[in-house]
């Protein structure tokens, strides 16, 4: 499949490598949603609620509310100044209750699915 190319590219990828992404982060269980949000789970032994997104950037374009997001799953995380970063690149956080539109000093965690050890051309 190569890099994908759209939202619905990444849920594919989520399905097809199920296994491996479950090995290799702390994302244990997820449901696909037609609604409000994309997807709940558990990630890192806690319920989240999961947007699906082609790049982290992508987050903030498409307006989501930060303090109804605790997971987004992305191919690339491109905006790790804006607050959100890799498992590899930080600690678990908190999420703050600030509504700045800015993001600066919110806590999202991000699964970066290029990070993850997966042969992702087949």
Request: aromatic share 10%; proline share 4%; hydrophobic share 40%.
């Given at each position: 499949m190569g890099r994908p190319h759209s939202e619905l590219d990444i849920v594919f990828l989520i399905g097809r490598?199920?296994?491996?992404?479950?090995?290799?982060?702390?994302?244990?269980?997820?449901?696909?949603?037609?609604?409000?949000?994309?997807?709940?789970?558990?990630?890192?032994?806690?319920?989240?609620?999961?947007?699906?997104?082609?790049?982290?950037?992508?987050?903030f374009q498409h307006g989501h509310n930060h303090n109804e997001c605790d997971?987004?799953?992305c191919w690339k995380n491109n905006r790790t100044s804006q607050g959100i970063g890799s498992m590899e690149s930080r600690e678990w956080q908190s999420r703050s209750n600030d509504p700045?539109?800015?993001?600066?000093?919110?806590?999202?965690?991000?699964l970066e699915l290029s990070e993850v050890e997966v042969y992702w051309s087949d």
């Open positions: 490598h199920w296994d491996e992404i479950t090995s290799e982060t702390p994302l244990e269980e997820i449901e696909f949603h037609d609604g409000h949000f994309d997807a709940t789970g558990i990630f890192d032994g806690r319920e989240v609620m999961i947007e699906v997104e082609q790049e982290g950037s992508d987050f997971l987004v799953i700045d539109p800015a993001f600066e000093d919110i806590c999202i965690d991000v």
